[in-house]
Each structure stands twice: as structure tokens, then as C-alpha cells.
């Protein structure tokens, strides 16, 4: 299915870099061509504006950094026989969900997520225990490639007993948008906000401070949160406390309890 025509592909994008930087918008719409010094301050705005949306910075002091739907992919992974560790994706930059772990014989089983040093402690008391994976860690490799940067495994504890299978949500670190990979994620719903992420970047560039192209940016921003989370479950399941239940006869007045539900800052959701 060809992508939606209200998308903005690399191109677009670079052209509305070179547009607001004054260069033209190059040779793929007919205009004039960008020397090499305009070609490398429109990938730098580029990249610095695909980052922001990536990791986008919070609308209002004291709310938390919003995690895009379209960055929360699941991974499965294979524990082998014997080992303690587990390449993660070259891609990921933190979990999102529990770990959940599939065995033949045990079905799926949540493996509490802790810190290295814990799962090191356990092998220092128990270091020739195996089993299936009772506790995991992320561990970050020392050092980067000549292709790659940080990378980390997970780490667990005790030694496999048997091929485990692993499955976790986590976040997605999109590479830089390419000739063959030219639509950032996210879909059209979200072009606009790359739009003006990416001239906020060039603003910032040569101004040296935000500006009135980042105050549009922190607009789009907000525009776009609430499209993602309108896109994400409404449901967190039943609310087993009865309280939302019409309870009739001598015994109700037992199984009522307290309102128990979900709250934000206090206020029922």
C-alpha cells in the first residue's frame, strides 16, 4: 500500500529546511542546487529536528517526556541453554513493558526487571544455579564500533535450564531518514510536527536561541500528543472493586467498597 501523499518524505523535508534557510528548495522541485556548506546545514537541521521529535521535550514544566505509540515496537528474543545473556536489539533505548517469559512446559511467566549489580550478587551466592530466568538486568556493553554506538544485553539470573524465548515492548531508536527509508514514523497525522521540529532545528542553528519557529514546534507538539494518545488503549480492564457494579439486595451493602479506580494528580480518571 503506497504511503499517504500528505506524508512528508526526506526530500520534503529538506526542502522546507532550505526554503526557511533562504537556499531554495533545491533541485528536486526545480530550484536552484545547494552548494556542499547549504547541503551540510540542511542534514544537520535535519537530524537535530528528527532527534527532537524522537525524543520530544516537555510541553509544560513538570510533565513527563511523552512516549510515541509509533516508537513502541515488541521484541522477542532467544535465551539459549546455559547462558546468562541476551543480545537486545541494536535499536533499543529502554523497555516499556514487563519481560514475559515462554517455555514449553511453564507457559508465559513476568521476569522482574532489576539492576546488574543484583543479578551479579545472585551468581556471587549462586553461581552454578540453573533453571528458568527468575530475574534480568539490563546491561550496557563497554564502548562503541566503528558502525556502532552504546549497545546492551540482558543480563539474567539463573543460567538457562532450556531455549527460553523473551518478549518485551521496549523504545525504538529510529535511524536517520534515507534515499530508500525517506518517511519518518508516525505517519501523515504527525508530518506537520516534523515539519516544524526540523525548522525549529535550523532556527536554532543559526540564532543561536529558540525562537518563534520553536514556540510553533511546542504547538505541534501538543497537537500531535494528544493524536498519539488518543491512539493508544483507552481500557485498562475491569475495576474489579465492585464499585462500578449494581449490587441489589440484603448483602450489597457488604460487597460495595471504596471507590478504588485510576486517578491522575489525585482527580479520578
Known sequence: M??????LSVTDLKSEIGHF????????FGERAWTTVQTNNITAALKSGLSQVYT???????DVCHTWSF?????????PSGSAIAPLPDDF????????????NRGLVELPLTNEALVRQQYAINADTTGRPLMAAEQPLKGT????????????????DGDYTLQFGYKYLPDAL????????GGSEHAELFKASVIAAAELQFDNEP??????FMQRLEASIAVDRRRKMQSLGRNADHSDTPMRGRYARYYRLPYAGVTYNGNPL
Open 2 to 7: 503506497p504511503e499517504s501523499t500528505l506524508s
Open 21 to 28: 534557510l533562504g537556499y531554495g528548495r533545491g533541485t528536486a
Open 56 to 62: 520530544p521535550p516537555p510541553v509544560r514544566p513538570g
Open 71 to 79: 516508537l513502541t515496537p515488541y521484541a522477542s528474543i532467544t535465551l
Open 93 to 104: 533505548g529502554g523497555f516499556n513493558t514487563p519481560i514475559v517469559v515462554a517455555s514449553e
Open 145 to 160: 564500533g566503528p558502525t556502532s554506538g552504546t549497545r546492551s544485553n540482558l543480563y539474567v539470573w539463573p543460567l538457562a
Open 178 to 185: 534515507t534515499g530508500d527509508l525517506p518517511y519518518p514514523p
Open 211 to 216: 525562537g518563534p519557529r520553536m514556540m510553533m
